[in-house]
Each structure stands twice: as structure tokens, then as C-alpha cells.
């Protein structure tokens, strides 16, 4: 399975981004899907996960992140609004062959996409 992120860049802080992540190699909805993220000089980080319909986030995006998937496609996407400097990093989507629970570490996810760097500037 490949993952291949892209729709990153620069943006003021407020504005809107939407991340796109396309799959091949595989069928996406055989997989829980998620995005994480890693700023300079810090772990990478989980934001959202999605496993058919259901959704999750951490805290610090909830009401601002939408995570969704496009399984016809192949492809999964961040709608990221209301930007913030501390969302500056670069973000990964990855996928996870499908296992008990969900994870939201980033030894739970088997795929990973290059990343995409997101500028927030103040």
C-alpha cells in the first residue's frame, strides 16, 4: 500500500487548509485511516483516525479538523479550519490494517505517506 500526501503550504493564521492523501496499491476502506503530524523537535503526534464512519480527534482540533474519506476514490482528506501558528508542522496520513481497537500511536499505523509541510503564519 502507498500513501501520498499533498495540499500543504502557507496560510494566515484563521484560514483553511484541506489535505489530501491518495491510496494505491490497496482498498482503502480495508483499513482505519489517520492523519498525524510532527513539528520541529517534537514526536509525531496523532491527530484524527477514521474507521468507517466513525471519527476521532485530539482534543486541541476537535470543532476545527474534519477528517474524511472518499472510498470510491481512494482517498482521505483533512479539512483543517481556523488555523492556528501551533498547527505548523508537517503531516503525515497513514493506514492501519484493521485490528481490535483503533490506534492513535504511531506504531499502530503499518502505512505512511511522504508528509506535507503546513505553515500557519501569525
Known amino acids: 500500500v502507498q500513501l501520498q500526501a499533498s495540499g500543504g503550504g502557507l496560510v494566515q493564521a484563521g484560514g483553511s487548509l484541506r489535505l489530501s492523501c491518495a491510496v494505491s496499491g490497496g482498498t482503502m476502506s480495508s483499513y482505519d485511516m489517520g492523519w498525524f503530524r510532527q513539528a520541529p523537535g517534537k514526536e509525531r503526534e496523532y491527530i484524527a483516525s477514521m474507521r468507517w464512519g466513525y471519527t476521532y480527534y485530539i482534543d486541541s482540533v476537535k470543532g476545527r479538523f474534519t477528517i474524511s474519506r472518499d472510498n470510491a476514490k481512494n482517498m482521505m482528506y483533512l479539512q483543517m479550519n481556523s488555523l492556528k501558528p501551533e498547527d505548523t508542522a508537517v503531516y503525515y496520513c497513514?493506514?492501519?490494517?484493521?485490528?481490535?481497537?483503533?490506534?492513535?500511536?504511531?506504531?499502530?499505523?503499518?502505512?505512511w505517506g511522504q508528509g506535507t509541510q503546513v505553515t500557519v503564519s501569525s
Open positions: 497513514a493506514a492501519s490494517i484493521l485490528r481490535l481497537r483503533i490506534g492513535a500511536r504511531p506504531n499502530d499505523y503499518d502505512y
